[in-house]
């Protein structure tokens, strides 16, 4: 039997923790939602069920995670969680090999899918890959020749983190997916009898996943929510190309499965805020591992131990 990996992704709204081979190629999988009022203690169990139902299944080698999170690699402690209590200050890596007996490496989670996706994702023919999840939040992770690019500890690329304007903003605040889905309620409620609305229902959450089947019946209320959204994710990526200067930037969580038109509209409106020395702007895709990048991500930084 060969040798197999444990990759981990631990998020703000769920746990994968799948065993894949030496190709990061993903085999098995355990998946539930994150209960946030069980907070960091139920995580840590669901994780242990998991360990419990592949040690003997798979001949595993070592672990890797993607953490939700800045994460102090130099002492294997968590930073911050801005999503579950519990988890700030907790000596993560110490307790995973506690727990499996095995090497761990552990990164943020933006970082891992960074990895994912520049290596074996949409940014695979590229050496210098940013990578933007537009989820439950907002993270970046930059990756540069198959290497994630890390700054003083305990982060970097917390593009969602960034101020807006002084007022206190950040990007996150406006462009994650919370962001959109609190503006497709304001636009359901100033157009009750709409496209939207209809699709929409009675629903109380992740209103934007309404948005892709809208814009393909041309409801313009989509229209208008998409061309804001584009163009608020292309200001914040105009920083992260004067910074970097990225050959490609990479659209990836929940958001990105809005697909084509939201990745056309960042693309458009992105040129535009960059000074005319660094133009041409870098490439926009979408994410080509969808929900799996974390985890491929934390297989690689796994095969990398």
């Not at 949409?122 to 994630?148: C, E, N, P, Q």
């Not at 709409?194 to 948005?211: D, H, K, M, N, P």
């Not at 994710?233 to 038109?261: C, N, R, Y």
Request: a negative charge.
């Amino acid at each position: 039997m060969s040798n197999h990996y444990l990759g981990i992704e631990i998020g703000g709204t769920k746990l994968q923790v799948v065993v894949g081979n030496q190709d990061a190629r993903i085999v098995d999988r355990y998946r539930v939602a994150v209960e946030r009022e069980d907070g960091a203690a139920g995580i840590r169990d669901n994780i242990r069920k998991a360990w419990q139902s592949f040690r003997d299944a798979y001949p595993l080698l070592a672990v890797g995670v993607g953490f939700g999170g800045p994460f102090d690699r130099a002492n294997g402690t968590v930073a911050k969680s801005f999503q579950v209590h519990g988890w700030d200050g907790f000596p993560f890596t110490a307790w995973l090999e506690s727990l499996t007996g095995l090497a761990v490496a552990v990164d943020n989670d933006a970082n891992t899918a960074a990895l994912g996706e520049a290596r074996l994702g949409a940014g695979r023919d590229y050496d210098k890959v940013f990578y933007v999840t537009l989820g439950s939040g907002m993270g970046g992770g930059m990756v540069v020749d198959g290497h994630i690019y890390h700054g003083a500890s305990p982060g970097e690329a917390e593009i969602g983190l960034m101020l807006w304007d002084k007022s206190g903003t950040t990007f996150e605040s406006r462009c994650c997916g919370w962001a959109v889905d609190r503006e497709v309620r304001r636009s359901i409620a100033r157009n009750p009898d709409g496209v939207l609305a209809r699709l929409a229902g009675s629903a109380t959450s992740g209103e934007a996943r309404y948005l892709a089947p809208a814009l393909a019946q041309g409801d313009s209320v989509a229209q208008a929510i998409l061309a804001e959204t584009g163009e608020d994710i292309a200001w914040a990526l105009s920083h992260v190309s004067h910074l970097f200067h990225p050959q490609v930037v990479i659209l990836g969580g929940g958001l990105s499965l809005i697909g084509e038109p939201l990745r056309a509209a960042v693309a458009a409106r992105l040129p535009g805020f960059l000074t005319s020395a660094f133009q041409p702007a870098p490439r926009v895709e979408l994410a080509l591992l969808g929900e799996d990048a974390v985890c491929v991500g934390a297989l690689l930084l796994a095969l990398g131990l």
